[in-house]
């Protein structure tokens, strides 16, 4: 596997307790809080994010009431605004797959999520993977999970460099774990 042998790519394990999620990043990460505007309503994400090179990966929680809040409502604003920053000629398409849990290996939950590519807000060309998932834990707190690969090229890649960062995209998607 090349892309585990690159300096650029050094993977590693990031356990975040206070998130609730176990992740794997290609480099040191950095966290930030974002609040985020859903229905005149203040949501705080906080994102944990890795460079390497110039692609970005990170993870992005966002805890909400269940009792007062629709998580799907949520998730199909956020697949809406997602589903405009990317031009492309091909409509995206939602995809929906399992994940397992860090607490429970042997439990399932679903995720949607679009490998969108295309041109960027800059006109750049972008390959850009995002994937969503709605956890509530023990103790009732529900909270939204997103995860962001995003790679930006100066034209479109040809099939070598895309395949490439497809593997860096299926790697840090695949070694993430909510509690």
């Known amino acids: ?9 050094n993977w590693r394990e990031v356990r975040n307790d206070e998130q609730q999620f176990l992740a794997l ?4 990460t950095n966290s930030e809080q974002h609040n985020v505007q859903y229905q005149n309503i203040d949501l705080t994400m906080t994102m944990h994010a890795a460079m390497a090179g110039d692609s970005l990966f990170a993870v992005g929680t966002m805890p909400f009431d269940q009792k ?32 397992k849990t860090a ?11 679009f490998n969108l590519k295309g041109l960027g807000p800059d006109g750049n060309y972008r390959l850009y993977w995002v994937r969503w998932m709605v956890r509530t834990d023990d ?5 939204i999970y997103q995860l962001s690969a995003l790679k930006p ?3 479109a890649p040809n099939e070598a460099e895309q395949k ?3 593997e860096q995209f299926e790697t840090f998607m695949s070694g993430f774990r909510p509690y």
Do not use: H
Request: contains cysteine; proline residues 6%.
């Open 1 to 9: 596997m090349m892309v585990a042998c690159t300096s650029t790519f």
């Open 25 to 28: 990043f290609p480099s040191k």
């Open 68 to 99: 007062t809040m629709n998580s799907q409502s949520i998730l199909d604003w956020m697949k809406t605004n997602t589903a405009k920053l990317i031009q492309s000629q091909q409509p995206p398409q939602l995809i929906e797959f399992e994940v």
């Open 103 to 113: 607490s429970t290996p042997q439990q399932y939950i679903t995720a949607q999520g």
């Open 139 to 143: 103790q009732g707190s529900s909270r």
């Open 153 to 155: 090229f100066k034209a």
């Open 164 to 166: 490439a960062v497809i």
